[in-house]
């Protein structure tokens, strides 16, 4: 089954660019009616959605953060990152990476979006 | 912007007891686009429920989501051990863009 890893730096320094890589394994990251999340979730708060990509590159970002945030996809090496740009201590989190699914379902002619594989997350600290 | 507010904050029942777990939309949402989350400690969050009602594979069937509109609901038929935890719900907008909220935590009393 497919399954997803996060790896990165656990430390970056205020105003240091954020990067972080998420393994595809035991799937292609270029099958069909799949987008790749980035999403985050502050120590002791709530989860918070940073942004998508398609393997084909097309990519939708959170209103937010767009100003900072880059996702970029390597079909080759099946993966996607995530930089985060300017960072400051409000970026200390633990970073997920998703497989976000856009599945239709014949049996209702519907198309539904949820995110059914998740990474282990990576926590990632902003100090100087 | 479409914001999720989840009520209660936290919910404190006793195993076998049946948990409500309200997910209320500022406009109205697809059901189609409305999951349901549980996180454990230390773990990465869990998809429970897809498409307001339908339950996601391996997901245990006293798990069960409704609601249309603006309201949504979690319902744990009769809670286990292993169902203490904190819920999200989620919603995707038609402007591309996955929200969610704020959390319910699921406390055993």
């Known amino acids: 089954q497919v399954q997803l890893q996060e790896s990165g730096p656990g430390l970056v320094k205020p105003s240091q660019t954020l990067s972080l890589t998420c393994i595809v394994s035991?799937?292609?990251?270029?099958?069909?009616?799949?987008?790749w999340s980035w999403i985050r979730q502050h120590p002791g708060k709530g989860l918070e959605w940073i942004g998508y990509i398609y393997y084909s590159g097309s990519t939708y970002y959170n209103p937010s953060l767009t100003s900072r945030v880059t996702i970029s996809v390597d079909t080759s090496k099946n993966q996607f990152s995530l930089k985060l740009s300017s960072v400051t201590t409000a970026d200390t989190a633990v970073y997920y990476c998703?497989?976000?699914?856009?599945?239709?379902?014949?049996?209702?002619?519907?198309?539904?979006?949820?995110?059914?594989?998740w990474g282990k997350g990576t926590t990632v600290i902003v100090s100087s | 912007e479409i914001v999720l507010t989840q009520s209660p904050g936290t919910l404190s029942l006793s195993p076998g007891e049946r948990a409500a777990l309200s997910c209320r939309a500022s406009q109205s949402v697809s059901n189609k686009y409305i999951a349901w989350y549980q996180q454990k400690p230390g773990q990465a969050p869990r998809l429970v429920i897809y498409g307001a009602s339908i339950g996601a594979t391996g997901i245990p069937d006293r798990f069960s989501g409704s609601g249309s509109g603006t309201d949504f609901t979690l319902t744990i038929s009769r809670l286990e051990p292993e169902d203490f935890a904190v819920y999200y719900c989620q919603q995707y907008h038609t402007s591309l863009t996955w929200t969610f909220g704020q959390g319910t935590k699921v406390e055993i009393k």
């Open positions: 035991g799937g292609s990251i270029s099958s069909d009616g799949y987008y």
């Open positions: 998703a497989r976000d699914v856009r599945d239709y379902m014949a049996s209702t002619g519907k198309n539904y979006y949820y995110m059914d594989v």
